[in-house]
Every structure is written in C-alpha cells, then in structure tokens.
C-alpha cells in the first residue's frame, strides 16, 4: 500500500495518524468492518464468507473486530439494518400515497412541486 503513495510504511502511519489520528493497522480494521457491513445486506451470506470477504483471516477475528467498532455482533447489526430498511420503506411508501391522493384530487389543475 505504502508503495502505491511512493511512501515508506513508516510515512504512510505516520500520515495516517496525523490525517485520521489512526495507524494504518486500525484504517485497515475500520476499512474491514465496513466491507463486512455490506455483506449483511445480503441475506445468503455466511460468517466464513463475509470474513474472506472483507479481508480477515478468520471468522472469529472478523466478530472480535466487528464487535469492538460496531459495539454489536454482525447478525445484531444485520437486524438493526433490517428493521431501519422496513420503517425507511413504510415512510416512502405513505409518501407517495399522499402524492397520488393529491395528484387524483387535482388532476384538472397544474400540478407543481409546491403543491
């Protein structure tokens, strides 16, 4: 990685810990758990594959990091998504259900984004 800068790795910590006050180690971490994060929204994913997924040598060093960034486990997490999804969808939903009642009740007069 270090190379791709044209950097030593001891310069790409060093400025990593002053941009991101991180070492390289933990922006690989954060980096990881987030990678694993987007495996959660898939329903058919296993541990095994969500670690090979976003990098980690393990299963379990995936759930120790995930668990240690996140304050939750990833199927915890995976629940919270879901059940943020479905009130995210529920509020669209009745959106556009007022937008059609409008739309049907004035369908005679021009219809703006105001109205």
């Given at each position: 990685?270090?190379?791709?800068?044209?950097?030593?790795?001891?310069?790409?910590n060093?400025?990593?810990?002053?941009?991101?006050?991180?070492?390289?180690?933990?922006?690989?971490?954060?980096?990881?758990v987030?990678?694993a994060?987007?495996?959660l929204?898939?329903?058919?994913?296993?541990?095994?594959?969500?670690?090979?997924?976003?990098?980690?040598?393990?299963?379990?060093?995936?759930?120790r990091?995930?668990?240690?960034?996140?304050?939750?486990?990833?199927?915890?997490y995976?629940?919270?998504?879901?059940?943020?999804?479905?009130?995210i969808?529920?509020l669209?939903?009745?959106?556009?259900?007022?937008?059609?009642?409008?739309?049907?009740?004035?369908?005679?007069?021009?219809?703006?984004c105001?109205?």
């Open positions: 990685m270090a190379e791709s800068f044209q950097l030593s790795p001891l310069q790409l060093r400025e990593l810990r002053r941009v991101c006050l991180e070492s390289f180690r933990a922006v690989l971490r954060h980096t990881q987030c990678n994060c987007t495996c929204l898939r329903s058919n994913v296993t541990g095994t594959m969500m670690a090979k997924f976003a990098g980690f040598k393990s299963e379990s060093a995936l759930y990091d995930f668990l240690k960034l996140r304050c939750t486990t990833p199927q915890q995976r629940q919270k998504i879901l059940q943020n999804e479905t009130s969808r529920n669209i939903i009745g959106q556009l259900s007022e937008i059609q009642v409008h739309v049907i009740e004035n369908f005679q007069s021009p219809i703006t105001d109205s």
